[in-house]
Nanobody, 123 residues
Framework: QVQPVESGGGLAQAGGSLRLSCAAS????????VGWFRQAPGKEREFVAA????????AYADSVKGRFTISRDNAKNTVALQMNSLKPEDTAVYYC????????????????WGQGAQVTVSS
């Protein structure tokens, strides 16, 4: 079992930056896809970004393209989400997920989920 663990996040002003990191407890996540999803109060969970570990293929939601960057660190076995030009609408709990998935943006295909990290962007 691969249990993702998020770190980072916190509070930023609009236009600022934050960084989230996802590590895996248990087995390595090197053969998995790793995705970031978010859920704002009163809203459904939505896809943010994902990376397929073996190929490095990435996918992004339209709302974050050009602002967020997902990357992997082979040595540390972690995946990071660099968030720049933050907007108040980026405020949400961000979840890291991993699994063998066919479609990177399909949350239902991810088997393992972290506890979430709060990101708050003030205007």
């Amino acid at each position: 079992q691969v249990q993702p663990v998020e770190s980072g996040g916190g509070l930023a002003q609009a236009g600022g930056s934050l960084r989230l990191s996802c590590a895996a407890s248990g087995r390595t996540i090197i053969t998995y896809a790793v995705g970031w999803f978010r859920q704002a109060p009163g809203k459904e969970r939505e896809f943010v970004a994902a990376i397929r570990w073996s190929s490095g293929t990435t996918a992004y939601a339209d709302s974050v393209k050009g602002r967020f960057t997902i990357s992997r660190d082979n040595a540390k076995n972690t995946v990071a989400l660099q968030m720049n030009s933050l907007k108040p609408e980026d405020t949400a709990v961000y979840y890291c997920a991993s699994g063998f998935v066919g479609v990177l943006g399909a949350g239902r295909e991810y088997a393992y989920w972290g506890q979430g990290a709060q990101v708050t962007v003030s205007s």
